[in-house]
């Protein structure tokens, strides 16, 4: 390998990744090099190893967005940032145009870009980014670990969306990681959290973390959370496992004037219960992606130990076994975050 070459995974169709080497380009004049320490592979990238994204992504992407790495190069007119500085990408870029983006919503912008998806993304040693897009880092805090950031502001945005006060009584309906990084975040701003999860090994996870959890496949999570809140019902539901039983016990669970937050991709339309809306006065909230403040913050609670990195990363892999990997993972039902190692001078 030269230097006027990279290594990357493109995802070829069928299941299948190629690590090829790629010709090294120098960033735009307000992009930013960074070279890529770790990145996770989150459920979208698992939607696109099974095909389910082709008619977006193609069969030449490379994709991958739940990274951390440092800066290699800069755009002739980029400022605020150091070569070899720590950060993290916000993957998103949007038009400034549309409606959205002129009302201040540029995270849900009518022609937003997912970067990683709509465009080339980080499972490549150095991927050239909008400068906008970038969040500097605490130099204390460990790349492998800063690769959850993204995540991580997820469930920000998630809790922000449902304004969870303290004393209220919040049901987490679904526990893999994006539901487990909510519970986390909704307890941190005081929510009494429940986890509602058919999974055994991630009920126990939960409950190693501290969280009350249910069992549907042996409890009615309707009686348990109405006794655990003296009849009253969850304050706050998310919903997150993208299930039709999770849409039945959103509403089934709420208390009256009760805030929805839905979270999942539902694959096709759920049937929801209006009734249950006209009948508690509930509310449902979309949440997508996040805002700039959500990286902030999450940055924020990983710094602050808010998230037991150590064991929320379950495995991590070099890029070329990125095939292995996505295997893995579709199959190992111990996996909280698998991550793939990019660059192999990253720290641990």
């Known amino acids: 390998m030269s230097e006027n070459t990279q290594r990357a995974a493109y995802y070829r169709g069928d299941k299948t990744f190629s690590v090829e080497l790629r010709p090294a380009e120098a960033p735009g004049l307000d992009e930013v090099a960074v070279r890529i320490g770790y990145c996770g592979i989150c459920g979208t990238d698992l939607h696109v190893y099974h095909g389910n994204m082709d008619a977006r992504v193609g069969f030449s992407r490379i994709i991958g967005h739940e990274m951390s790495g440092t800066v290699e190069a800069l755009g002739e007119q980029v400022r605020g940032f150091t070569i070899g500085q720590k950060v993290v990408v916000r993957p998103l870029d949007h038009c400034g145009e549309c409606p959205a983006c002129k009302a201040g919503h540029k995270h849900i912008c009518h022609n937003l870009k ?8 980080a499972m490549q040693e150095v991927w050239n980014v ?12 460990q790349l492998d670990h800063a ?29 893999g990681p994006i ?7 909704a307890r941190e701003a005081g929510g009494n959290v429940v986890i509602s999860e058919i999974n055994d090994i991630r009920l126990a996870y939960a409950g190693k973390l501290g969280f009350n959890t249910i069992d549907p496949k042996s409890q009615d999570p309707v009686h348990v959370v109405n006794e655990m809140t003296n009849g009253k019902g969850a304050d706050v539901v998310f919903e997150v496992s993208g299930s039709q039983p999770g849409v039945d016990l959103m509403t089934a669970a709420a208390a009256a004037r009760a805030r929805i937050v839905m979270v999942a991709i539902h694959a096709k339309k759920p049937e929801v219960d209006m009734f249950q809306f006209f009948w508690r006065e509930l509310e449902l909230l979309g949440a997508r992606v996040y805002q700039p403040e959500d990286y902030d913050e999450a940055i924020r609670l990983l710094t602050e130990g808010v998230v037991d990195c ?16 996505f295997e893995a993972l579709t199959t190992n039902p111990e996996a909280i975050k698998s991550m793939i190692r990019i660059s192999k001078e990253s720290d641990a």
């Open 114 to 121: 997912f970067l990683g998806l709509d465009t080339d993304g």
């Open 130 to 141: 909008p400068a906008h897009t970038l969040h500097p880092l605490p130099d204390e805090l």
């Open 310 to 325: 150590a064991s929320f990363i379950t495995d991590i892999r070099p890029l070329e076994q990125i095939q292995s990997a």
């Open 179 to 185: 539901g487990l990084l909510v519970a986390l975040v």
């Open 147 to 175: 690769a959850l950031i993204e995540p991580l502001a997820v469930a920000c945005h998630d809790v922000q969306r449902a304004e969870v006060a303290a004393g209220e009584n919040v049901l987490v309906i679904g526990g």
